[in-house]
């Protein structure tokens, strides 16, 4: 069918002949452009000129943006489950196994979830180039992408940066992966003005097609060649563990060095508690996505985990209870200790850490400079987060440390005294806590035998740079480490059903109750099938060291075939203190056992292979079949219609779910059709979404076209910058904010934008240049394209009038003028990135003047764009 057709948009001939003037165009250019749809016809006798049908557009425009990001988050699930999928897998440095995600996390950002994430605004360019337009260019496709772009980097940015708290600063960890996603941001709209003004203005061809759809492998390959540290002097990484979160490995190890020589020998956990900084479990883009788009619409709430940032306190666990922490020296110090007639009295250094079991806490307090006179000095203790209580309240159980206040006399010739805190021992698991003592009341005596008194006179004593000394003090009262007593375990399969018991053991403490929750997760052994599945809690009372965990095992009658699949423990709910075993599989995050089951009887191999194959695709489909069913209720329902679990707070749905469940209903019923992610690995669901992205952007795009031509003001140009753009980066918006909010660095929501930006030119752009280019290269002679483009004299370079060669055409014009503002813009918003980087600290929060400071620079940069991009369009410049 060929598609509708309504009436020329009124004001389209003022706009193409102010745009004829400012490049040139003679009397052979288009001077009328007419509304082309798929699918929406126009409404109305006269085409819609009138003012009602402006509104129904605009309406069901906004309507389907709320369907488009409703399918999206059905494609960004699908994307989460692809990009999870896990393999076993073997480290030949420490001779172990462990369990590994088969996507890089930077290649899944730069493909899959940037393609979900961008995936309207690059369908809407390929449809409306290939099926509307029928490989003839249009405004509304490349302007979107450009428009989106824009708003991702000013918008999303701008409210990221204010969306942190006051004081807080978030900061890109990955640079070198940043680095290479925001040059290529710059570059492919530099890229993208080349073609179109240098190499061959207003043409693509297809070598530039091509080329440019190679950028986008080319920017994966790079991204994830600076992941590794390719680009940088860090070494790729193997396991990632929290100790070498923030430093190289040649920094580690320096820092090892220097502990051991300062402190002799200690464990590795030792070591850890020293310098450990603490990794966050970070949520992919595609969760943050998921939530946004579902807290919008009144959908099935997902759980996003809440962290709190820890302070990093350094500690010591082994027989060296008392820790020094030396700082650098403040200027000043050195002029006082260079008067000879004044002594400096001070602590030996800043901080001290002690553990709770300790018992005496010994502090040196120094005396430089003149040491001819008797001298003296006041301290006290001082609370912090640790309380000191009188002697009778700590024996009975309250307080920290015994309060400690005097006087210390230094005789002449005496250089360092000593000042005795006594330390109470608890037996409750506590945060490391600190208290400070302060020096006070410098003093010093006369020397009864100096025979000089203008000299005695001239003497005195000052406190140094180190008057307050801060003292932490680290909880001995672990609740122990978490691990299973075999990482992998084997288990025949009986002729019936009947259930393994598997160990969890904790070592290095047993101090108090520890609670942690276990859950079972499919591999090659299919949940309900092959065995049960199983969650629940793992309890350790008091003082008790191992646990049991039981999973009941289904008898398949099994041919010389074995199957495996995971008992996992994580998340510590009880047992302050308490962390799994980074050393076995799963980390520090969670503790992963690997059960196989065996078969007891014997068969040829390739029965084997053969029956193992067959069966594991059948248990597939059947839990398959299972979540559709939930995907219907889930649709039907507020919220999802999801029961909370015994102990959880119901969240009641409020009226601004239920109006936005009724509104979206017809949405979620259709998309309810989607297959679930448990088929194919995802990937059916991957394509059915993708398919039904592309359905409901032919009707946007035929409904953007529509409500431009029903209003005289609105362009194409306009309504893609505008309305289309917006409609189609709100979810981001949101899933950008809760990332920054919930991660600690700033990755998740400012290094996706650059890197899906790129994306959407390389991908959005270079995918129908390509097609189109392509088509009219090998196209024989069409009369359309010799009654659009014969006599244009901005094509005179592909040959003599009525001889030209056929090309695929794209009118620099509007878009060249946007792209070239856009991409000054942007080269500015990063500048001011940077900026903050090198003087705040970080990329996003920071102190509030700098926070809305650099929202208010980002916004102006988009209201800019958008300005000087409509009075381009509409010819005023």
């Avoid at 060649?225 to 070494?235: C, P, Q, T």
């Avoid at 990632?240 to 190289?248: G, N, W």
């Avoid at 289309?724 to 981001?732: E, N, Q």
Wanted: aromatic share 10%; with cysteine; hydrophobic share 40%.
């Amino acid at each position: 069918d060929a598609p509708h057709s309504a009436r020329t948009r009124p004001g389209a001939g003022f706009a193409a002949r102010a745009m004829d003037r400012l490049l040139g165009a003679g009397p052979g250019a288009d001077a009328e452009t007419t509304c082309r749809t798929l699918v929406v016809p126009a409404l109305g006798d006269d085409g819609g000129s009138s003012g009602w049908p402006a509104l129904v557009y605009f309406v069901a425009l906004g309507w389907c943006f709320l369907g488009v990001a409703i399918v999206a988050d059905i494609f960004m699930g699908a994307i989460e489950k692809i990009t999870s999928q896990k393999v076993r897998r073997f480290n030949a440095h420490t001779k172990r196994w462990y369990t590994a995600t088969v996507w890089n996390p930077t290649v899944a950002n730069l493909t899959l979830m940037a393609l979900g994430s961008s995936a309207p605004e690059i369908m809407l360019n390929v449809i409306e180039t290939c099926l509307i337009n029928e490989m003839y260019s249009g405004d509304l496709g490349p302007s979107t992408i450009v428009g989106s772009a824009a708003f991702n980097l000013f918008m999303i940015i701008a409210v990221c940066v204010s969306a942190i708290p006051d004081g807080e600063i978030r900061w890109i960890k990955e640079v070198p992966v940043y680095i290479i996603t925001a040059s290529c941001s710059i570059f492919a709209y530099v890229w993208l003005l080349v073609v179109l003004l240098v190499i061959s203005p207003h043409v693509v061809e297809p070598w530039e097609g091509f080329l440019t759809f190679l950028f986008f492998p080319a920017l994966v390959v790079l991204a994830f060649l600076a992941d590794k540290g390719y680009f940088s002097e860090r070494a790729e990484r193997a396991r990632p563990r929290p100790v070498t979160a923030d430093m190289s490995k040649e920094e580690l190890a320096e820092l090892q060095a220097k502990i051991r020589r300062e402190f002799g020998s200690i464990s590795d956990e030792q070591m850890e508690k020293i310098i450990a900084v603490q990794c966050a479990d970070h949520s992919s883009r595609a969760h943050y996505r998921v939530w946004a788009t579902r807290w919008i619409m009144g959908g099935k709430r997902v759980r996003l985990q809440r962290r709190t940032r820890s302070s990093g306190v350094w500690s010591l666990l082994a027989s060296k209870k008392i820790l020094p922490v030396e700082k650098k020296s403040e200027p000043g110090a050195r002029e006082a200790e260079e008067d000879e007639n004044v002594c400096v009295l001070q602590f030996s250094a800043e901080k001290h850490a002690v553990l709770e079991n300790a018992g005496i806490k010994v502090i040196k307090v120094e005396r430089s400079g003149d040491l001819s006179s008797t001298a003296t000095v006041k301290f006290r203790t001082r609370d912090g987060t640790a309380k000191a209580q009188g002697r009778q309240a700590a024996d009975e159980g309250e307080g920290d440390y015994i309060h400690a206040e005097g006087c210390i006399t230094f005789e002449p010739g005496t250089a360092e005294k000593t000042i005795q805190i006594q330390i109470w021992d608890d037996y409750t698991y506590e945060e490391d806590e600190e208290f400070f003592v302060d020096l006070y009341d410098p003093v010093v005596i006369a020397g009864t035998d100096t025979p000089d008194i203008e000299t005695d006179r001239r003497k005195r004593a000052v406190l140094g740079k180190i008057s307050s000394t801060t003292i932490v003090i680290i909880d001995d009262d672990m609740a122990g480490t978490i691990a299973w007593e075999h990482e992998e375990y084997k288990c025949t399969e009986q002729p019936e059903d009947h259930y393994e018991h598997f160990t969890v053991s904790r070592k290095n403490g047993c101090r108090n109750r520890l609670v942690c929750k276990y859950t079972t997760e499919s591999d090659t052994a299919i949940a309900g099938k092959d065995f049960e599945p199983t969650s629940g809690t793992v309890v350790f009372e008091d003082g008790v060291v191992t646990a049991t965990v039981s999973v009941k095992i289904l008898a398949r009658g099994r041919y010389h075939a074995s199957e495996c699949f995971r008992v996992v423990l994580t998340d510590i709910e009880e047992g302050q203190g308490a962390k799994f075993d980074e050393t076995t599989d799963g980390g520090s995050d969670s503790c992963i056992m690997t059960v196989q089951i065996v078969s007891c009887q014997k068969e040829m191999e390739r029965i084997d292979m053969l029956m193992k194959n067959l069966r594991s695709t059948w248990d597939k489909a059947k839990i398959g079949h299972a979540n559709w069913k939930d995907q219907f209720t889930a649709a039907l329902f507020v919220n999802g219609g999801e029961d909370h679990g015994e102990g959880e707070e119901e969240e009641a749905p409020t009226v601004k779910d239920k109006v936005m469940h009724v509104v979206t209903l017809p949405w979620k019923v259709l998309f309810a059709f989607c297959p679930p992610t448990d088929y194919c690995g995802g990937w059916l669901c991957f394509c059915c979404s993708l398919f039904m992205i592309g359905l409901v952007t032919v009707i946007i795009g035929d409904l953007a076209n529509l409500l431009g031509c029903a209003l005289p003001f609105m362009e194409n140009e306009i309504t893609a910058i505008t309305f289309v753009a917006l409609g189609t980066s709100l979810p981001d918006t949101f899933a950008s904010r809760t990332a920054a909010e919930q991660d600690p660095y700033a990755d998740a929501s400012v290094g996706n934008v650059t890197g899906s930006n790129s994306v959407n030119v390389f991908l959005g752009l270079g995918l129908p240049w390509m097609i189109a280019s392509t088509f009219w290269w090998y196209r024989g002679k069409d009369e359309e394209w010799d009654g659009r483009y014969q006599n244009d004299p901005d094509l005179s370079w592909l040959g003599e009038v009525g001889s030209r060669r056929q090309a695929y055409v794209l009118k620099a014009g509007n878009l060249a003028f946007s792209v070239t503002v856009f991409t000054l813009c942007a080269a500015m918003a990063l500048t001011v990135l940077a900026i903050r980087r090198r003087y705040v600290g970080g990329e996003l929060g920071g102190p509030r003047c700098a926070k809305w400071l650099t929202s208010g620079i980002l916004a102006t940069l988009w209201f800019m764009y958008i300005f000087m991009s409509i009075l381009k369009v509409k010819g005023a410049i």
